[in-house]
């Protein structure tokens, strides 16, 4: 499986007819590319919407593609703290960081539906804990040069 391709869809998502084949074109394995990206300006929740073909400094997997090997390491699995484990767009967002991975935003369609049952919702003070857990000298995800 390695250097196969990932694509992740969110329960909430609603995307075209090409979502498939527009994500399988963008797919570079050095990169995690996704719909929902932001540049960070402070904290988690201070940021703004990432451009295509600007900086990126956080992304969640739902609608987005990705190498499968990015799971190869058991450690992706191990190593986060279990009181954040629900928290995967942090995780695997530092994940990519750490590792050499860069993050692109795509230009792709989504719509939301169902925002009222969004787990988000109920996750907004543990996001800005892990955030500041993953971050602790910096409130900057970019890595230091």
């Known amino acids: 499986m390695r250097g196969e391709r990932l694509i992740v869809l969110d329960d909430d998502q609603n995307v075209q007819p090409d979502f498939v084949s527009t994500l399988m074109a963008a797919f ?10 932001w540049e960070v300006v402070g904290g988690y929740h201070d940021r703004k919407p990432a451009v295509v073909g600007g900086r990126v ?14 799971f190869a390491d058991s450690k992706f699995f191990t190593d986060i ?15 990519a960081h750490r590792h050499g991975l860069a993050l692109h935003k795509l230009d792709i369609p989504v719509e939301f539906v169902m925002d009222e049952t969004n787990q988000y919702h109920t996750q ?3 996001k800005s ?7 602790p000298d910096r409130r900057d995800p970019q890595p230091a040069p």
């Open 28 to 37: 570079d394995p050095k990169r995690i590319s996704a719909w929902w990206a």
């Open 57 to 70: 400094d956080h992304i969640g997997p739902g609608a987005s593609v990705m190498s499968v090997d990015i």
């Open 81 to 95: 703290p279990d009181r954040f484990r629900m928290l995967d767009d942090l995780w695997l967002t530092n994940w």
């Open 124 to 126: 907004i003070g543990a």
């Open 129 to 135: 804990e892990f955030f500041d857990y993953l971050y």
